[in-house]
């Protein structure tokens, strides 16, 4: 059986059932009609040739990806969590269609596909939101929530989320317009009952207010160096309608909200059925909105955050997966760090599975077991630079005596 190859573009590198046309340039070359076209568009610019007629528009630079080719790149990156990586896959994928759309004639305007990602500590929240962004080429800022606080209060206002994302753009606008900020620890700004707080909740619900206008879409002051506003400075006027927002948190106790809500109505065999099928141990993944409100997060921010997912606890399988198999596995990192040494690693299965054993007693998920791979190797990457060695093997017995030497066991 023949393997039929994929004609790409030499310029771009797109294959052709993704472009309008692809010309055979000769000698195994071949070339867009995209690219065709922004030649054309520079050659007016520079001068070169006479502009005969209007150009139609393109999308610029972004690395458009289906789906399908979303989750498969982030497949090689994140471990498991299939539900969280299809949601974020087609949210993305329908937000980037969405500004590449080259008419609004008909009246139709596609809405935001912003997103809140539900799940426990190391689970894979920012990896996933960092993996995306790369996959797409697209600035990508990661802002701390718990920082923030409403104007005229010590620390950040909300405005700051959008100076990192500048930043992150190198101060191009445009490009900052169209990319993505990743909103860590939203959770912590949850206000602290269910009814409205009779005192000023500076650091929670006033937050919560200020994101408003920012993940729905409005003209911003932005400063361009970060910090606090003052009167007499410049600002970078900002539009947010086509910047991505991705909001993660663990939710540290949403689980009794959602099994309160799950055991309200309890009346019917149905029900008594329905109940005994659920997953007790992980109930996260019954989340709805209005789990999310009883937690602490006011109405208008969860309407501003349509995609609503979650990511599974890692259990020992997905932990041993994460130590070998991504493409930047932390076995990966540290063969390729002895090799720039000219040291060849290589672990014995017994001793990954020891590695594995105590980051399931630890409980951090894959940071977890990032800190034990850290506590096995720093006596060996202290003393075999410069030395003879050419070949270590990690064991079950090395591992478990640097553990306790660490402090770990």
């Excluded at 994140?78 to 008419?103: C, F, P, W």
């Excluded at 797409?136 to 929530?145: H, M, Y």
């Excluded at 149905?270 to 997060?297: C, E, I, W």
């Excluded at 064991?395 to 306790?404: M, S, W």
């Amino acid at each position: 059986m023949t393997k039929k190859t994929t004609v790409k573009c030499s310029f771009c590198g797109k294959p052709e059932d993704r472009v309008p046309l692809m010309l055979n340039g000769g000698n195994g070359g071949y070339i867009c009609s995209n690219c065709v076209q922004q030649a054309y568009t520079l050659l007016v610019q520079e001068g070169a040739i006479p502009a005969t007629g209007s150009v139609p528009e393109s999308n610029g630079d972004l690395n458009l990806m289906l789906p399908k080719e979303i989750k498969a790149k982030l497949d090689e990156y994140v471990i498991g969590q299939d539900e969280a990586k299809i949601a974020m896959s087609v949210a993305v994928y329908n937000h980037y269609k969405r500004l590449s759309q080259k008419t609004k004639d008909d009246g139709v305007e596609i809405e935001k596909s912003n997103i809140i990602m539900l799940g426990s500590t190391g689970t894979g929240k920012t990896l996933l939101a960092r993996t995306v962004a790369r996959l797409l080429e697209v600035p990508f800022a990661i802002v701390d929530a718990t920082v923030l606080t409403e104007a005229g209060y010590v620390g950040e206002d909300v405005e700051s989320i959008l100076s990192r994302l500048l930043q992150a753009a190198d101060y191009n606008q445009e490009k900052a317009e169209r990319g993505i900020v990743f909103i860590d620890e939203i959770d912590k700004i949850a206000r602290k009952g269910d009814n409205p707080s009779i005192t000023r909740d500076v650091s929670g619900e006033g937050v919560q207010q200020g994101l408003l206008k920012l993940l729905e879409g409005s003209i911003v002051n932005v400063p361009p160096k970060g910090g606090r506003k003052h009167p007499d400075q410049d600002y970078v006027h900002l539009d947010t309608h086509n910047i991505l927002f991705i909001c993660g948190g663990a939710f540290e106790g949403i689980e009794r909200k959602i099994a309160q809500r799950l055991n309200t109505h309890t009346v019917g065999f149905d029900n008594v059925q329905a109940r005994h099928n659920l997953d007790s141990r992980n109930l996260m993944q019954y989340v709805q909105p209005q789990d999310l409100r009883k937690f602490g997060l006011i109405p208008e921010l969860i309407g501003r955050l349509p995609v609503v997912t979650y990511l599974h606890p890692l259990d020992r399988e997905a932990l041993r997966n994460i130590l070998t198999e991504p493409k930047n596995s932390l076995i990966r990192q540290q063969k390729k760090l002895f090799k720039m040494d000219g040291v060849e690693l290589k672990f014995t299965d017994e001793a990954l599975e020891t590695m594995v054993d105590k980051a399931v007693e630890r409980g951090l998920g894959a940071r977890g077991l990032r800190g034990i791979v850290e506590a096995v190797m720093t006596d060996l990457q202290f003393s075999t630079p410069g030395s003879d060695c050419k070949e270590i093997t990690i064991t079950a017995e090395y591992v478990r005596e640097q553990l306790k030497k660490s402090e770990v066991l």
